[in-house]
């Protein structure tokens, strides 16, 4: 029969790799959990308008990479990304009339029909927080903060914050017309998609990948745009405020003024954390403030943050951690002793394991070298003495002792 091989573009992850995973959850769990977020675990299919209203109908996510399909007349996107699905959760479930602020952190799969390649996958995993009902810049630093800890926390220096701010509605709508009549003699040579973000989003078009874009948009107008200082005073000052602290938290960063991000729900804060480690696929974490998206979807005008961070990515610059041995395991040639050890073992929240089929003691030696700490040997002498041997399996070392006397050790 054919085999069935994994879909293009998702994996599996493998027991060997495994270890890395639990790494990183558990470092996601201790500094969220510090830091007063709380988890939140939302569905993966979601009505498809959530995305469309929320991530934006100018996106690249929108437009070409969900995972939509039809079930019963309605239809259902398997996530591409974590924000709008919390969103929807903290409208829908009222936290909207609990105490500001509510913080939020998820981890799990997302997906993307992209193009493949280190770093990029279709299914991926994002862990990121969501920060609600705080409009100061404190709530910007205080996230920002805790990308970098969770990072550092996992032994990864050497990284790059990239912040911007892209203003809101009414100074967007200012720099949206100086960028515009910065790139319409340029219009008729830039790619299909970026002649509809035209229209529909021009910032966009400071973040396509294509080459002839980039090559169209060149160092002096990117030059000439920055100096149009378009944001308004309320919003100069809060980023001003975010990078004070920033200075005073020693969070070192660097303005990019073509950061303009690839969802539609972004204003003022917008934020990426980058590797030199990884090639073209840089950012592990991509974030920024969405004052406007509880209202889109519904709710009442809530200030908000978050950042989400892509774990395959934080995967390629962990080093390979090794997997612990068991700290047991059982020796011996009559498998319901062997058994009944084992529970009592693990029942004291001690990891052990024993060989299934009988085989001969050098071989079950050779299995327990291999997986384990210790050998725990209940031979015929041992079960008639009710005794126990233990032998060290990485200095050698072997004694004899009585099994009550091993059960008070446990
Ligand atoms: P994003 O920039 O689309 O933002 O994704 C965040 C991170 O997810 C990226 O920096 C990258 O590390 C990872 N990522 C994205 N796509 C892929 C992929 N195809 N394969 C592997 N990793 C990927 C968001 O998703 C926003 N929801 C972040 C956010 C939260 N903004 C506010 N709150």
């Known amino acids: 029969m054919k085999k069935i091989q994994a879909q293009k573009g998702t994996k599996d992850i493998l027991p060997s790799e495994i270890i890395n995973w639990q790494f990183i959850e558990n470092v996601a769990i201790n500094t969220f959990n510090n830091a007063n977020y709380q988890e ?25 990479e969900m995972y939509s399909f039809e079930k019963n007349n309605r239809s259902l996107t398997l996530r591409p990304e974590g924000t709008a699905s919390v969103v929807r959760a903290y409208i829908e479930q009222g936290f909207f009339r609990m105490p500001s602020p509510q913080k939020f952190w998820y981890k799990g799969p997302m997906f993307r029909y992209e193009r493949p390649q280190t770093g990029r996958q279709r299914q991926f995993h994002q862990v990121g927080v969501e920060f609600f009902g705080e409009e100061k810049p404190t709530a910007d630093a205080e996230v ?14 050497h990284l790059t914050v990239e912040i911007n701010s892209l203003g809101c509605n009414k100074c967007r709508s200012h720099f949206r017309a100086n960028l515009k009549k910065i790139l319409l003699p340029k219009l008729d040579n830039l790619c299909d998609d970026c002649k509809m973000r035209y229209e529909k989003n021009p910032l966009r078009i400071l973040d396509c990948k294509n080459e002839t874009c980039m090559k169209e948009l060149t160092a002096n107008d990117i030059e000439e745009f920055i100096q149009s200082d378009f944001i308004c005073e309320e919003c100069n000052e809060h980023y001003s405020m ?28 917008v934020f990426e954390i980058k590797s030199n480690n990884l090639g073209s696929q840089n950012a592990i974490c991509g974030g920024g403030r969405y004052d406007n998206l509880v209202e889109t979807l519904g709710g009442p005008k809530t200030p908000a943050i978050g950042f989400a961070m892509g774990l ?22 009559n498998a319901i002793e062997a058994l ?6 693990r029942r004291h929240n001690k990891s052990a394991d024993f060989d ?3 085989k001969k003691f050098t071989k079950q030696f050779e299995k327990a070298a291999k997986v384990a700490n210790f050998a725990l040997i209940l031979g015929e002498d041992e079960i008639k003495n009710n005794t126990l041997s233990i032998k060290n399996l990485n200095t050698s070392n072997q004694n004899t002792i009585k099994f009550s006397e091993f059960l008070k050790s446990l």
């Open 356 to 358: 299934y089929s009988n």
């Open 242 to 269: 975010l990078k004070n602290y920033l200075n005073q938290l020693d969070i070192k960063y660097i303005e990019n003024k073509k950061l303009v991000r690839g969802l539609d729900y972004y204003n003022r804060t």
């Open 312 to 333: 395959e990515r934080l995967n390629l610059l962990i080093n390979q951690k090794k997997p612990s041995k068991l700290d047991y395991f059982i020796i011996s040639s």
């Open 144 to 157: 920002i903060l805790s990308a970098c800890n969770f990072l550092n926390n996992l032994g990864l220096n």
């Open 40 to 64: 939140i675990r939302t569905p993966i299919f979601e009505a498809t308008e959530l995305f469309s209203r929320g991530v934006g109908d100018s996106t690249d996510i929108v437009n070409k």
């Open 340 to 345: 009944k050890l084992v529970n009592l073992v």
